[in-house]
């Protein structure tokens, strides 16, 4: 059985993609930072489909928690599945402060790169020794980093991070792929999750507005993202590599 490394896996994108790539019967290593019901419940979901999942903690911002985390991943590997090495890796984890530069504090802009930017970098370099030949790697940026979709007030240290990793997503598909590994990015629109404070339960009122800004007419919701990823970390995109994919049914359009 094939495993993949889900971060950020106790609810949203994380938790779909958590629960599709197991649907199509990968094993799931899978974390949680803050939320760690929701990290039991996400492998609980998994188990009772009939998959296998480990959850694990994991503090995206402290790199120096990392060398326990490989260790944990191996040891999960290794009493789960009987295997040294891992499949794929998604790199999920975040959260979104928005503020207008003039505003911006040093510690928010420091905060949101080292989770966002700083964290998945030497996450994938402190799990490349255990991740097998012919994998894949997933990175989760944001539609906010692409001029395409539009410019939007406040989110300038958030996109600055994700921009980072759409540009991280293409040098490690290429320093990867003497190894067959392939890197890709997804960026999501708008799209129903806890991000933000669960902004979405707390203002729904911008509902509308976003879908009438998107082509297919509403906004995204979680399986939507996790379906994608799965779908990247397959063998059905096999030759699909150092791409970012637009997952926003046309948003600004």
Known sequence: ????????ASSGIGQSAAIEIARRGTGVILT???????GRETAAAIRKAGGTAVALPLDLGETGTFPAFRDA?????????????????VNNAGFARTSLIEDTTEETFDGLM?????GPYFLTQRLLPLMADG?????????????TTGVEPGYSAYASAKGGLDVLTRYMAKEFSPRGIRVNAV???STRTRIGDDAFTRFPEVVPALAA????????????IGEMIAVLV???????????????GGYGL
């Open 1 to 8: 059985m094939k495993v993949a490394v889900v971060t950020g």
């Open 32 to 38: 949680y930072g803050g939320n760690p019901r929701g």
């Open 73 to 89: 991943v191996a040891a999960a590997l290794r009493d789960t599945w009987q295997r040294d090495t891992f499949d794929y890796l």
């Open 114 to 118: 080292r989770v966002l930017l700083k």
């Open 135 to 147: 994998g894949a790697v997933v990175n989760t940026s944001s539609s906010s980093a692409a001029v």
């Open 187 to 189: 960026s999501p629109g």
């Open 213 to 224: 800004k998107t082509a297919l007419g509403r906004v995204g919701e979680p399986g939507d």
């Open 234 to 248: 397959s063998d059905e995109s096999r030759w699909v590599t150092a791409q970012n994919i637009v997952v926003s």
